[in-house]
């Protein structure tokens, strides 16, 4: 699997972007897809788990209300659309896919494969 991010940009502290992540392969559908975002000196965090249909979308508490995460399995792709952006939202964003269905779905660790990842960055 492949995985390609795009949409990231350098938007004013309230403003919105939306993030995209389309993926190679056949079997999309049966992976549970994630976002994570790394900040300079700091560990990959958590953002967003989208589970298989019908499984729910799971937010880390920092973005939640301000974030949205969907899949689109007809496109192969995830979309994380953020809004009301902060300054600590300033990040390199990445999109992964989980081949496994791992309940973990926090966790860096359950992710198989990696995009490249998207800068996002904040102005004050």
């Known amino acids: 699997v492949q995985l390609q991010a795009s949409g990231g940009g350098l938007v004013q502290a309230g403003g919105s972007l939306r993030l995209s992540c389309a993926a190679s392969?056949?079997?999309?559908?049966?992976?549970?897809m994630g976002w994570f975002r790394q900040a300079p000196g700091k560990e990959r965090e958590f953002v967003a788990a989208m589970r298989r249909s019908g499984g729910g979308t799971y937010y880390a508490d920092s973005v939640k209300g301000r974030f949205t995460g969907s899949r689109d399995n007809a496109k192969n792709t995830v979309y994380l659309q953020m809004n009301s952006l902060k300054p600590e939202d300033s990040a390199v964003y990445y999109c992964a896919a989980d081949r496994y269905y791992r309940a973990t779905y926090y966790s860096p660790n359950s992710y198989d494969y990696w995009g490249q990842g998207t800068l996002v960055t904040v102005s004050s």
């Open positions: 392969g056949r079997t999309f559908s049966t992976y549970g």
